[in-house]
């Protein structure tokens, strides 16, 4: 990719359609040549903007790859995901629900699919650290990740079958909060089950009915 001098503005005015179409064309890039031919020269072109607009909305071009690679592995999980959320949504039994919300997070930490998605996440919550200018942009990702998950514990609620009295969202931001711990100390785990151990419990315990 080609290098180019960071331009830090000295006020942040990051208009979120800019950034939202540099985030677009990366991910389009990277989906057509890869993530090692990808040229940030041709998603600049595409945006029809100058270097400086990167930086002033993304902070630097590493920070807009990184939230494409986790766009695009988002995007391919939530797909692979879909039919099993809808599964989860039509549970009608407390206990069934609990055993979902089990088998998606062993499932979450241990099929391979997921690892991609797990070091994305990493990749872009280690780059905002000590960046004052962390564009909002790199969370959205984040976000719609946890997003996708709070209509399934809504849902949930409304049936009967998952305490009442947990927000739903927090709930989500809290599950893939779990999912993220494991990806920063899976390489130290002699077994997952260990961490499996403690994890679904206190997955578990929130959502159990009082």
């Known amino acids: 990719m080609a290098k180019y001098a960071p331009f830090m503005p000295q006020r942040k005015t990051t208009s979120d359609q800019t950034a939202q179409a540099l985030l677009d064309a990366m991910v389009?890039?990277?989906?057509?040549?890869?993530?090692?031919?990808?040229?940030?020269?041709?998603?600049?072109?595409?945006?029809?903007?100058?270097?400086?607009?990167?930086?002033?909305?993304?902070?630097?071009?590493?920070?807009?790859?990184?939230?494409?690679?986790?766009?695009?592995?988002?995007?391919d999980l939530l797909n692979e995901d879909a039919n099993i959320l809808e599964v989860g949504k039509h549970l009608s039994t407390h206990e069934a629900f609990l055993t979902f919300i089990s088998s998606q997070l062993r499932r979450a930490v241990t099929d391979p699919v997921n690892t991609p998605v797990r070091e994305a996440r990493i990749i872009a919550a280690a780059s905002s650290f000590g960046n004052p200018d962390f564009p909002s942009g790199l969370s959205r990702p984040q976000r719609t990740l946890i997003e996708a998950t709070t209509e399934l514990f809504r849902t949930a609620q409304e049936r009967g079958i998952a305490n009442p009295d947990v927000d739903p969202y927090a709930y989500?931001?809290?599950?893939?909060?779990?999912?993220l711990s494991f990806a920063l100390i899976s390489r130290n785990l002699t077994e997952v089950e260990d961490w499996l151990a403690v994890a679904i419990p206190a997955a578990l315990a929130p959502i159990r009915m009082k």
């Open 172 to 179: 989500a931001a809290f599950f893939h909060g779990l999912t």
């Open 28 to 75: 389009a890039e990277i989906r057509r040549v890869g993530i090692k031919n990808a040229r940030i020269s041709i998603v600049l072109s595409e945006v029809n903007v100058s270097p400086s607009s990167l930086y002033h909305h993304w902070g630097s071009k590493e920070e807009l790859v990184s939230a494409a690679q986790l766009e695009i592995s988002r995007a």
